[in-house]
């Protein structure tokens, strides 16, 4: 049913992501006033920075920057929320890069104030976030790797998307928290990618982004696959055979852990794409 | 024993009645005479995702209201309410704790439980006299507590991962979804057990309302009554805080209410006020998982919200009165 060849051919292409760092330095050095010392406030910008050959530059990350390696051993200057203005401040970096969604306001101003260079960008869909690549890369003088990066994203995304175009699309609950049961809607980034990923979500509302299913609906809606982010790795945190033995997910065993690290709007995007459109169309290749 | 009997027989038949329209309303137009949907997905619908979350409203409604009454005798004080006193905020701190160390369920109630005891105990040695307790420093002794403890959870969740930070929140919350069978069985007989205290201690509850020095002319041992109730009531609280979090104001208004109705004997009072907080909870959260699960949200909203709006109002009116 499914184009192996198509997708056998676009894995094989862009298996290389993020491995374009060597362009991407070349592309800084030569920049004159490109920022020599960056802090990142969000483990995606991270990533970012890395893939688009300025990990090198970067002086302070997230205590969630866990990729690439290299990244968890650099200085630790912000949660997930608020960065820690001190840290920051004694780094004495020329570029801060946040997010606009949920960067600290206070924080922000805070490093503003004290005459730090801030970019926010934005991630809140999937084409914002092409474009917060961009505008992270002509910030810090690799404007056509970032350019590329996005590009490349963007393609085999499309490609992935159309792989999955005329396959039968289950309907699927992605399961972000747990005692109560929290759902990615369509309105939130997973829930994007999920209909990207040919999933039919089993929540619908367009009012909130993470609504909390009633378990009856859940039950009436009855999914066929569960994709369950509640635990970062391994095992699931939700008792899915004790709590919901009626659901067809669950009965034909059905329910995929993913790491919820993958999903994060930054150049694994489109791995993570593959990886669920793999969790939702049973028999997919692995990766 | 005749008006005790009537009373507490239409109570159960309300009960029962309250359970019986909750059955049968949800997000999903499944009746246990409907034939719409197909049959397997309607019982799963009414035997394991509504029924499961009716029992486990119906143990914690009759654990806050018979506690909450007998608190309330205890410290002769119609404003004694576990949650605002702060024993149910001890209880969370307790389980926050535990929960955060990753331990399971068995030893999240237990912590819940002693927690809530010690937290009682310690608000009555500050706010409570020998023959008498002074409402204002109950009060502020409860308002401070709860202070300490939501402060202390906070500090929690903000070191522990987040799916365990998740669960820390849904403990502030207040919430009866996803009640586990063995869990709300758990809790059940930690409730049972301490409903069978109150029920043997009610009468020597109806001489300490009349002051210490009564009581024990009448034969009371007023310290060995306190203990026993405490324990009781913290075993109670302790319990449903683990399985629901924080549910405010019902073990402050139910037993306000059915002194109201019935006067304040507390043979009658105590078994009442557990019946009418199970039909008010019980009420309160087909509400909380009807109102906002419709297509244009498909959300349930905490049950603790709900409580709370119909509480506050009540424990300001009471406030005025005793003042």
């Not at chain 1, 699931?236 to 919820?260: D, N």
């Not at chain 2, 912590?111 to 500050?126: G, K, P, Q, T």
């Not at chain 2, 049950?303 to 509480?311: E, N, Q, S």
Request: net charge positive; charged share 10%.
């Amino acid at each position: 049913m499914f184009n192996w060849t198509i997708l056998f051919a676009i894995l094989l292409i862009f298996s290389n992501f993020g491995k374009s760092r060597l362009t991407g330095a070349a592309e800084a050095t030569t920049g004159e006033a490109s920022p020599q010392r960056i802090v990142s406030l969000k483990p995606n910008i991270t990533e970012i920075l890395f893939a688009i050959g300025a990990g090198d530059r970067i002086v302070g990350v997230t205590t969630w920057c866990n990729f690439p390696p290299e990244a968890a051993a650099l200085p630790k200057v912000a949660d997930y929320i608020a960065p820690n203005v001190e840290k920051v401040l004694a780094l004495q970096p020329d570029l801060v890069i946040g997010a606009q969604e949920n960067s600290w306001r206070q924080s922000i101003d805070r490093l503003k104030s004290a005459g730090i260079s801030v970019l926010l960008t934005s991630f809140d869909s999937i084409d914002t976030s092409f474009d917060s690549i961009r505008t992270i890369g002509e910030a810090v003088g690799a404007p056509t790797a970032a350019a590329a990066l996005a590009l490349r994203l963007k393609l085999a995304m499309d490609a992935l998307t159309r792989t999955w175009q005329h396959a039968p699309t289950p309907r699927a609950l992605v399961v972000v928290g747990h005692w109560p049961l929290v759902a990615a809607g369509p309105q939130s980034f997973i829930g994007a990618l999920v209909a990207q990923a040919g999933g039919a979500n089993i929540v619908t509302t367009r009012e909130t982004a993470y609504p909390r299913p009633a378990m009856e609906m859940v039950l009436a809606k009855d999914p066929e696959v569960i994709i369950d982010l509640t635990s970062g790795m391994g095992e699931s945190a939700v008792q899915w055979e004790s709590t919901f033995p009626a659901v067809k997910a669950v009965q034909t065993g059905r329910i995929v852990t993913l790491p919820t690290d993958l999903f994060r709007p930054g150049p694994r995007l489109a791995h993570a794409l593959q990886t669920l459109g793999c969790a939702l169309h049973r028999g997919c290749l692995t990766p | 024993m005749r008006r005790w009997c009537i009373i507490n027989g239409c109570l159960l038949l309300g009960v029962a009645l309250a359970a019986l329209v909750a059955l049968n309303l949800g997000p999903e137009p499944v009746t246990v005479w409907s034939t719409t949907t197909t049959q397997a997905t309607a019982s799963a619908i009414l035997w394991s995702a509504r029924l499961p979350r009716i029992l486990l409203a119906l143990v914690v409604g009759v654990a806050l209201g018979s506690a909450g009454s007998a608190y309330q005798a205890l410290l002769r004080n119609p404003l004694a309410d576990p949650y605002i006193l702060g024993v149910s905020g001890g209880a969370a701190l307790g389980s926050a704790v535990v929960v955060a160390l990753g331990f399971p369920f068995i030893v999240v109630a237990g912590a819940a439980f002693a927690a809530s005891l010690a937290s009682m105990v310690s608000i009555y040695r500050f706010a409570a006299r020998p023959g008498r307790t002074y409402t204002h420093a109950l009060l502020l002794t409860g308002v401070v507590f709860n202070a300490f403890a939501f402060a202390s959870i906070m500090g929690i969740h903000t070191v522990v991962p987040m799916q365990r930070a998740h669960e820390i929140l849904f403990l502030l919350m207040g919430n009866l979804a996803l009640g586990e069978p063995m869990t709300t069985a758990g809790a059940a007989i930690a409730v049972g057990l301490g409903w069978i205290v109150l029920m043997v201690r009610s009468r020597a509850m109806n001489a300490l309302v009349l002051g210490e020095e009564t009581a024990a002319s009448l034969g009371v041992n007023c310290r060995r009554l306190q203990w026993e109730v405490f324990a009781a009531g913290s075993l109670m609280i302790g319990a449903t805080v683990a399985v629901s979090g924080l549910i405010g104001f019902v073990g402050l208004f139910i037993p306000h209410a059915t002194r109201l109705l019935w006067g304040s004997d507390h043979r009658l009072v105590i078994p009442a006020a557990g019946l009418l907080g199970a039909m008010f909870l019980l009420l309160a959260d087909t509400l909380a998982r009807t109102v906002l699960t419709g297509a244009t949200y498909q959300t349930e909203l905490p049950v603790g919200v709900i409580t709370a709006l119909v509480g506050a109002p009540c424990f300001v009116w009471l406030l005025r009165k005793q003042l």
